[in-house]
């Protein structure tokens, strides 16, 4: 059975299969800097894994994508305080241009649920 979470016409925020949580590229809505952005993000990870059943020790993998990876370090500050020491995750990071040039990151994890 496949579980969808906040379904649109285009995208679901998260689908669960199989013990797996895959969550869309979570972005901030509200502005602010690399810090700002990247703690909104994380909350709203955090706020979908709990919806599934699980949290943050159980992610697998995360993809960040940087519109600056001038950033790196302010982003990178708030994701090591962030992430549970002894469960941090597969990770890769690249710059892209994000779909809206207000955003700064865009971060897709999967977790075991």
Known sequence: MIQRFDTGPRMSEM????GVAYLAGQIAEGGGDIAAQTGEVLAAID???ARAGTDKSKIL???IFMADLAEFAGM???W???VVPGHTPARA???ARLADPA???EIVVTAAV
Do not use: G, P, S
Not at 15 to 18: D, E, L, R, S
């Open 15 to 18: 689908t669960v299969h199989n």
């Open 47 to 49: 706020a979908l894994l």
């Open 61 to 63: 993998r995360a993809e």
């Open 76 to 78: 990178n500050a708030v």
């Open 80 to 82: 090591e305080t962030w």
């Open 93 to 95: 990071t690249v710059q």
């Open 103 to 105: 955003w700064k990151v």
